[in-house]
């Protein structure tokens, strides 16, 4: 995961309104238990590019109901 996260953060930086790129680096965050990183950045991304909210708004539920049943039981 640390190869495709730093691919994604590179292609967040060459193209910051890629959606794509965003839920890509929003999903390997939530993978690997860092839900609340992901959960800010696809805000961020939301209120740099109100364009693209749709396409964010329809992952992030996607991404965090995914990240939360696949979290290790307590």
């Keep these: 995961d640390t190869q495709a996260e730093e691919a994604y953060r590179l292609s967040s ?3 910051p309104g890629n959606p794509d790129a965003t839920s890509g680096l ?3 965050l939530a993978r690997t238990g860092r ?6 950045l696809l805000d961020d991304f939301a209120r ?3 364009d693209q909210r749709s396409a964010i708004e329809t ?4 991404i965090l109901w ?5 979290a290790p039981s307590p």
């Design 59 to 62: 992952f992030r539920g996607s």
């Design 13 to 15: 930086q060459l193209w």
């Design 48 to 50: 740099s590019y109100p």
């Design 26 to 28: 929003a999903t390997i």
């Design 66 to 70: 995914n990240a939360s049943s696949a």
């Design 35 to 40: 839900t609340e990183q992901a959960r800010q």
